[in-house]
């Protein structure tokens, strides 16, 4: 059997007419209904074909009424009245006419069929697809009763997607003989609401067992469905609301989901925080709140009175002042009796609702852990049907879900503000200038985790060396960063005395356990951990010492040369005790560029560790520009662009300066007071030499005290080096003896304990340092500016 009828096409006489009424398309059902062929009337004006020449009747017929009768011109000059159904489309109109639609003989087996016991919604189809008969109930859906839906296709009855795949299902059924189902959702109304619809085909055969038709009973599960899609946009909701630790992210999330699912226009105002960063407890109207944010079913959000910054005020008469009160939900159908009287009063804002015809809208508080925090305003004019009690438990649902989200996201972003400001606080402002080495730096605080304890020093030493720092504290938060804080100030400590990095690192690691104990309370250790590379640059020898503790080792590029990974031995983490660190030596180049950096840097879920380091390399390959641009480069090779950074990061750059050796001078002293004097002279000599002339009162002084102490409380061999930059002479004396010099208040009858009292009292500082042979007493001379000697 063939389910298109061959005569199928002329069943329904099918007219196409454009927006102006110009006939443009004419089958030949319409044909045989009025005798014209589509040669003879497409392109001309419908109304010709209209007895009282007017189109105002099917401009009727396509709104609400959807069919009605029409009297038409025949070809052969007769009125003949006709029952059309219309169908608007954007180009025009669809005009049908069915011309089958006799009721079924007695004898036909489609007429045997009990439709009217049947709670669902009833028809039978014939084996063209065409209706037959039709139950109530579903002449009640359809919208026309059985008589002008006989003889019509379900594309002929209804031009919506839904009826295409229906014939398909139809077209199944009739050619295999095998009943079937499929579910059909179908937009009603004005306001597109969807109905959904269960429909179960069945074929209908006759007493031979041949397929005469189709029968279908649909089922309105709308109910169900809408129930379905709400538990749908909650599941949505609890994945796509709190993805992050940002309050404006998780703002604009809320009003992402439900846009346009639950309405067509929602914003989210939060209260500002009071001077504590907690919001006000006590709320009097009018109410000020912010704009997060808000999202629309038009791009731009043009609907929108403010922008997401900006303030907008609630007086006490307006539904979101009620809601933020009391704290429960308002909803509001326009047009009403209150609102209107806050409209009066708000112009703009009534001009707004006006214009886009704003028909529904719903205030929801949003509270949380007994906070209330905002409110989410739910507007809707594209869609017509007001909000219900479904909709408010839903957007309820929804908005306390978003609440604790917004809370948490509040909590998390004041407590890393105050740990970022307790970390900016705790690291170097400014990196210490030195002869040593020119420095630059950067930290990044994580996206999601916050400030960690990742820190970065630059600390000068005796002899214009410098010590360089970079250190991980394990953890985020206000307590990593004390911790960092408490780590900074001991390093500074260390290298004060002038500790070999190793021993430094000895050092610290004491601490670290010490801490780890105070933490866990019980003894146990483990509660703090951290990682620190140390290293101390020496610009006369250009030697550079390092050791590390479980930190990263530094990269290293020589001056024109390939950048490359220093090998150094690794050592233990801080905090895991009792274990020795070990250190390496390097003779660097004048300008060789040194990279400190945390493990933030190079340990991404977005790329291997192997992978990072050849991307950190090839950033330091390029050395042109300053070391701020290195420093950019460098991060912008290896962060994500989004700045959504697992993990934070510091990183330190710092090129090497060497001093020549004309700005170093150094005397082997014998262990005989009678030849002070004659160094004395010398010394002089070489101010002289490096017109530095007037610092010469003070320095012969500086040098007859520190030699003669040397001379007689130490052991030789003696050395005296005097070290000088732009803005500071250094005075060395180093002898063998690990004996420590200290300053004493000489009684007035003492003949001697002033000297070092008096070396204090003219030198910027002074201090000792030990050394494997021994021990160093130097001390550190401002030198005065050209024009103000």
Same mark, same amino acid.
């Given at each position: ?31 045989? +209904? ?140 009739? #050619? ?85 699912? $639950? ?29 997060? &944010? ?30 933020? /009160? ?7 159908? @326009? ?32 509270? #949380? ?163 620190? /590379? ?58 060789? @560029? ?19 380091? &050849? ?90 005290? $520190? ?22 002479? *250094? ?25 070092? +009292? ?18 160093? *007493?130097?001390?550190?001379?401002? $030198? ?6």
């Amino acid at each position: 059997m063939t389910p298109e009828h061959p005569f199928d096409e002329a069943a329904t006489a099918r007219v196409a007419l454009d927006d102006e009424g110009v006939l443009t398309e004419w089958n030949e059902g319409a044909r045989r +209904l009025l005798g014209w062929t589509a040669a003879e009337v497409v392109g001309r004006p419908a109304t010709d074909l209209v007895a009282d020449g007017s189109l105002e009747p099917v401009r009727e017929l396509g709104g609400d009424r959807r069919g009605g009768t029409l009297t038409l011109r025949h070809r052969d000059g007769r009125t003949l009245p006709v029952w059309l159904l219309v169908h608007p489309r954007p180009e025009g109109w669809l005009v049908l006419a069915p011309l089958d639609s006799a009721p079924l003989a007695p004898d036909d087996p489609l007429a045997h069929i009990d439709l009217m016991q049947s709670p669902c919604a009833m028809a039978v189809h014939d084996d063209r697809m065409r209706l037959r008969r039709a139950n109530d109930s579903m002449t009640r859906a359809l919208g026309l009763p059985e008589e002008r839906l006989r003889g019509l296709k379900p594309t002929e009855v209804s031009d919506q997607p839904h009826t295409v795949e229906m014939e398909q299902h139809m077209r199944q059924v009739l #050619a295999t003989g095998r009943g079937t189902h499929v579910r059909f959702y179908v937009p009603f109304g004005s306001h597109g609401a969807i109905t959904a619809w269960l429909a179960l085909m069945a074929p209908v055969t006759d007493a031979e067992g041949r397929v005469r038709g189709v029968s279908v009973a649909a089922h309105d599960f709308t109910e169900q469905y809408l129930a379905r899609e709400r538990l749908q946009l909650v599941n949505e909701a609890s994945v796509n609301i709190g993805t992050t630790l940002d309050v404006t992210r998780t703002a604009q999330e809320l009003a992402d989901v439900c846009v346009p699912a $639950l309405a067509d226009f929602v914003s989210v105002d939060l209260l500002d925080p009071t001077a504590d960063g907690d919001p006000p407890t006590q709320l009097t109207p009018p109410v000020t709140l912010r704009r997060i &944010a808000h999202r629309s079913v038009h791009p731009d959000t043009p609907e929108a009175l403010v922008r997401p910054g900006d303030t907008e005020t609630y007086p006490a008469e307006s539904p979101q002042a009620t809601s933020l /009160l009391t704290g429960r939900t308002i909803t509001v159908t @326009l047009p009403d009796e209150e609102v209107q009287r806050w409209l009066a009063k708000d112009h703009r804002r009534q001009k707004r609702i006006t214009q886009y015809n704003v028909r529904s809208g719903m205030s929801v508080p949003i509270r #949380a852990r007994g906070t209330t925090l905002g409110i989410a305003v739910f507007s809707r004019y594209r869609r017509t049907d007001p909000f219900t009690p479904d909709d408010a438990l839903l957007a309820e649902e929804i908005t306390a879900r978003a609440a604790v989200c917004v809370d948490n996201a509040r909590r998390y972003s004041r407590e890393r503000d105050t740990a970022l400001a307790l970390q900016r606080s705790l690291l170097p402002r400014n990196l210490a200038h030195t002869a040593a080495v020119t420095a630059s730096s950067r930290y990044l605080p994580a996206a999601r985790s916050g400030v960690g304890g990742d820190w970065f020093d630059v600390i000068p030493l005796s002899g214009m060396r410098v010590a360089l720092v970079v250190g991980d504290v394990v953890g985020h938060g206000v307590q990593a960063s004390a911790t960092m804080g408490r780590l900074r100030t001991a390093v500074r400590t260390l290298a004060d005395i002038d500790l070999a990095p190793e021993e430094l690192l000895t050092h610290l690691d004491d601490l670290v356990v010490r801490l780890s104990e105070e933490t866990g309370g019980d003894g146990s250790t483990g509660e703090v951990g951290a990682t620190c /590379l140390y290293a101390v640059y020496d610009p006369v020898s250009r030697r550079c010492s390092l050791a590390r503790a479980g930190h990263p080792p530094p990269v290293l590029v020589p001056p024109g040369g390939a950048p490359r990974e220093v090998d150094l031995p690794a050592g233990p983490p801080l905090g895991v005790g009792g274990l020795p660190f070990e250190s390496a030596e390097l003779s660097l180049a004048e300008g060789s @560029l040194l990279a400190f950096f945390t493990n933030g840097l190079i340990e991404s879920p977005l790329r291997d560790e192997n992978a990072a380091r &050849a991307l950190l390399r090839e950033a330091l390959t390029d050395d042109a520009g300053s070391l701020e641009q290195t420093c950019d480069r460098v991060l912008h090779a290896l962060m994500p662009r989004d700045g959504s950074a697992a993990d934070d990061v510091a990183l330190l750059l710092a090129r090497t300066c060497g001093l020549p050796p004309s700005q170093v001078a150094t005397w082997d002293i014998p262990a005989d007071p009678s030849l002070v004097a004659p160094i004395r002279k010398q010394v002089l000599d070489q101010l002289g030499d490096w017109d530095l002339s007037d610092a010469s009162f003070t320095t012969e002084l500086v040098v007859s005290e $520190l030699v003669t102490n040397a001379i007689r409380y130490g052991a030789p061999p003696i050395r005296l080096r005097l070290i000088h930059d732009a803005s500071t002479l *250094i005075c060395e004396v180093s002898d063998t003896s690990h004996t420590a010099p200290h300053l004493r208040r000489a009684k007035t009858w003492d003949e001697g304990g002033r000297g070092l +009292l008096l070396v204090a009292q003219l030198t910027q500082r002074w201090g000792s340092r030990h050394t494997t042979e021994g021990k160093t *007493i130097w001390a550190e001379l401002t $030198l005065l500016e050209p024009d103000e000697g």
